[in-house]
């Protein structure tokens, strides 16, 4: 899934099946902002642990 974050938006602006989609979009509406690619059904704390690109604080506290 790709989301589209528009540049100052509290809420995400558009979600696509792909890249493509969501920069076509983007470009439609004269839209800027950042586009991300995230799994579905994955959070992305656990993405970047399990891709090596953060590394759990020993210690640090649950969130609840």
Do not use: I, K
Not at 16 to 31: N, T, V
Not at 40 to 56: H, L, M, N
């Amino acid at each position: 899934m790709w989301v589209l974050h528009g540049s100052n938006a509290r809420f995400a602006s558009g979600v696509f099946r792909s890249r493509a989609d969501g920069l076509a979009w983007a470009e439609r509406h004269r839209l800027s902002g950042t586009l991300s690619a995230y799994p579905v059904g994955v959070g992305c704390y656990d993405q970047a642990v399990a891709a090596g690109s953060f590394r759990r604080q020993c210690g640090a506290s649950a969130v609840r």
